[in-house]
């Protein structure tokens, strides 16, 4: 019963419920009312506002209405000594860790701290938006894996439209297996001219840096942690790694180019190039933001179009059909071991 109070009537005697409320003024009004009155409130006996009158179990009697505001008194007098007790300690607390904080001296021409751990979502959250309110110039982005959901694209949309609003260029990276999610096609419609996208077969992990002054990457593999980089030496370096890849990426207005090999697509062209590299199934599909499943099913189609009937056959086949190096542009047609030109006579 006490149990079934609690669910239904959250509640103290400084705030009754409707029922509660007309049952306890019945009671106070007549002395006394049955128990199975008051069945339907139970936060009264809870709450020590009725108790069973010693004649007749039958029978709840009230408190009276003056012991019950002594006792509500007392407890605010309580909550009160208990807040000031702490503030008192929040004050002190306050003035030992203000005292700790004169002791360090940042180094000169640094502002602020050169790397930062924000641990937890909501943290990174919001240093992401103080960065981006302070942002003017420019956002260069890194976003490794697939296909990206909506959550993904809405989750960061709020700060995306601040920025274009005043102006701020942005430049995002992707996979190539990006280029097939529409909620991406969707966002970058939105954005229009504010936003330019390009892909590649496999990026860096997730990076984001804001007017070239500040950097945040993840710290952790399901990246509820990240770093927030502000040293110059650290994002001048990451800068650097972006503007590479942004100029061996293909913008997104653009098609993949033809990889110059019949039968073979620009996907299963790169996941030679990696099998060749030794990679494991699983580490394949995330490096090029696909699932293992997809991944398999692109080795399958690619031994059979080499018609290799094992691992290490497709292995010799890659070689042998120089899929193994870098991932080539449109060429003349490579002709696959042990098949003719389409053109031969």
Same mark, same amino acid.
């Given at each position: 019963?006490?149990?079934?109070?609690?669910?239904?009537?959250?509640?103290?005697?400084?705030?009754?419920? +409707?029922?509660?409320?007309?049952?306890?003024?019945?009671?106070?009004?007549?002395?006394?009312?049955?128990?199975?009155?008051?069945?339907?409130?139970?936060?009264?006996?809870?709450?020590?506002?009725?108790?069973?009158?010693?004649?007749?179990?039958?029978?709840?009697?009230?408190?009276?209405?003056?012991?019950?505001?002594?006792?509500?008194?007392?407890?605010?007098?309580?909550?009160?000594?208990?807040?000031?007790?702490?503030?008192?300690?929040?004050?002190?607390?306050?003035?030992?860790?203000?005292?700790?904080?004169?002791?360090?001296?940042?180094?000169?021409?640094?502002?602020?701290?050169?790397?930062?751990?924000?641990?937890?979502?909501?943290?990174?959250?919001?240093?992401?938006?103080? +960065?981006?309110?302070?942002?003017?110039?420019?956002?260069?982005?890194?976003?490794?894996?697939?296909?990206?959901?909506?959550?993904?694209?809405?989750?960061?949309?709020?700060?995306?439209?601040?920025?274009?609003?005043?102006?701020?260029?942005?430049?995002?990276?992707?996979?190539?297996?990006?280029?097939?999610?529409?909620?991406?096609?969707?966002?970058?419609?939105?954005?229009?001219?504010?936003?330019?996208?390009?892909?590649?077969?496999?990026?860096?992990?997730?990076?984001?840096?804001?007017?070239?002054?500040?950097?945040?990457?993840?710290?952790?593999?399901?990246?509820?942690?990240?770093?927030?980089?502000?040293?110059?030496?650290?994002?001048?370096?990451?800068?650097?790694?972006?503007?590479?890849?942004?100029?061996?990426?293909?913008?997104?207005?653009?098609?993949?180019?033809?990889?110059?090999?019949?039968?073979? *697509?620009?996907?299963?062209?790169?996941?030679?190039?990696?099998?060749?590299?030794?990679?494991?199934?699983?580490?394949?599909?995330?490096?090029?933001?696909? *699932?293992?499943?997809?991944?398999?099913?692109?080795?399958?189609?690619?031994?059979?179009?080499?018609?290799?009937?094992?691992?290490?056959?497709?292995?010799?086949?890659?070689?042998?059909?120089?899929?193994?190096?870098?991932?080539?542009?449109?060429?003349?047609?490579?002709?696959?071991?042990?098949?003719?030109?389409?053109?031969?006579?």
């Amino acid at each position: 019963m006490a149990g079934h109070g609690a669910q239904e009537h959250p509640h103290g005697a400084d705030r009754l419920c +409707a029922a509660g409320d007309r049952v306890y003024s019945r009671a106070v009004r007549r002395g006394r009312v049955q128990r199975q009155d008051a069945e339907p409130v139970p936060c009264l006996l809870e709450l020590a506002l009725l108790h069973p009158d010693p004649d007749d179990m039958d029978w709840l009697v009230p408190t009276s209405p003056q012991e019950v505001m002594t006792r509500l008194l007392r407890g605010v007098h309580d909550e009160v000594s208990a807040s000031q007790r702490r503030v008192g300690s929040a004050v002190e607390a306050f003035e030992w860790y203000a005292g700790l904080g004169r002791l360090i001296h940042a180094p000169a021409g640094l502002e602020g701290t050169a790397i930062r751990v924000l641990d937890g979502l909501a943290r990174i959250q919001a240093a992401m938006d103080e +960065a981006t309110q302070a942002c003017t110039t420019e956002v260069l982005t890194v976003q490794p894996g697939g296909i990206r959901r909506e959550a993904e694209l809405s989750e960061g949309l709020h700060r995306a439209l601040a920025l274009r609003g005043r102006g701020v260029r942005m430049r995002d990276l992707y996979t190539h297996v990006a280029r097939h999610g529409q909620g991406l096609l969707n966002y970058l419609e939105l954005m229009g001219d504010a936003v330019e996208a390009r892909t590649l077969d496999e990026v860096i992990d997730r990076l984001i840096l804001f007017d070239r002054t500040v950097a945040f990457i993840p710290a952790n593999s399901d990246r509820t942690m990240a770093l927030e980089l502000r040293h110059p030496a650290l994002v001048s370096y990451l800068v650097t790694v972006f503007e590479r890849l942004w100029r061996l990426a293909i913008p997104l207005s653009a098609a993949l180019p033809d990889t110059g090999i019949e039968g073979i *697509s620009h996907r299963e062209q790169s996941i030679a190039a990696l099998l060749a590299e030794g990679h494991q199934d699983a580490v394949i599909a995330e490096r090029l933001g696909i *699932s293992v499943r997809t991944a398999r099913a692109h080795i399958a189609r690619l031994s059979e179009t080499l018609g290799a009937a094992s691992r290490t056959q497709l292995g010799v086949r890659i070689a042998q059909a120089g899929l193994d190096g870098p991932t080539r542009g449109a060429t003349a047609p490579v002709i696959l071991p042990g098949r003719e030109s389409p053109t031969a006579r």
